[in-house]
């Protein structure tokens, strides 16, 4: 049973939500379900995937830590590239039950060293607190932890030598549900050639072979924010709302 300060915190909750629907995004309805499946590449080495409850925010990020570590001393695309400044690996609480996954970083994250921190950035973190979460609550990364050349979309050899830390970044925070930022993201978890214009607004799963046993994560794919600025109509905002609010409800954080 509720407090009644509980249902105060609620109903103030769903209408910043209604509110920053109505300003934002222009648009409130109900989502509409569905689900598909598919797999994620395997590794030969399965280390043991523990409970969530079992793991610390400080141990997570110390095992995050580590992988940053090792990724810009070791990673076979990010050492030999050569259009960045420095690399931008991730950021957010190491517990988030919510991930976004974007493609890779821009002008303006190659010089701050963080994710999202652009224009597309700035959209995004209104999306997402209008989602009525902080930027802080949730995990930001990328598929590419280096800026690609005149900001171009990654290159499949380079996904394939740098995508095996993002593999890890979601080992270890263990996200209840990861959305996707557009379609080099959403084809790499998903190992699939389907476009994201088909892709986005269908349930889909992430599964990760190389952890016993295997890690599934839910998947929501959706527009890039940078489409969205480019298409800022109001069906796309339409469409990007109704992923976000599908991604609240398995969330639990939805009034619907």
């Known amino acids: 049973m509720t ?6 915190d609620r109903r103030q909750r769903v209408a910043r939500q209604h509110l920053e629907t109505n300003t934002l995004l222009g648009v409130d309805f109900v989502p509409i379900h569905s689900v598909v499946t598919a797999s994620a590449s395997t590794t030969e080495v399965k280390p043991v995937r523990a409970e969530v409850s079992s793991v610390s925010a400080d141990e997570k990020q110390a095992a995050l830590d ?3 570590e090792r990724h810009d001393a070791a990673c076979p695309h990010c050492t030999e590239a050569t259009a960045h400044t420095r690399t931008v690996f ?9 991930m976004f996954v974007g493609e890779a970083p821009g002008a303006e994250e190659d010089k701050q060293g963080r994710p999202f921190v652009g224009r597309s950035g700035q959209k995004l ?10 930027r802080e609550q949730v995990y930001i990364a990328n598929v590419l932890k280096s800026r690609p050349p005149n900001n171009r979309t990654p290159l499949q050899h380079e996904i394939d030598a740098c995508s095996s830390y ?16 557009g379609g080099p993201a959403a084809k790499l978890l998903l190992q699939t050639t389907v476009g994201i214009t088909k892709l986005r607004g269908t349930w889909a799963t992430f599964t990760d072979d190389a952890t016993d046993p295997p890690l599934t994560v839910d998947v929501m794919p959706t527009f890039h924010p940078a489409y969205l600025l480019r298409n800022y109509t109001q069906e796309t905002r339409q469409m990007v709302w109704n992923d976000m609010q599908m ?7 939805s009034d619907s």
Do not use: F, Y
């Open 166 to 181: 993002l593999h890890e970044q979601i080992r270890i925070i263990q996200p209840k549900v990861i959305v996707t930022l």
């Open 66 to 68: 580590a992988v940053h």
């Open 247 to 253: 991604a609240m409800e398995r969330l639990g954080t």
């Open 3 to 8: 407090s009644p300060k509980d249902d105060h």
């Open 125 to 134: 973190e209104q999306i997402i607190n209008a989602m009525g979460l902080a």
């Open 90 to 98: 991730g950021e957010g609480d190491p517990n988030a039950g919510l």
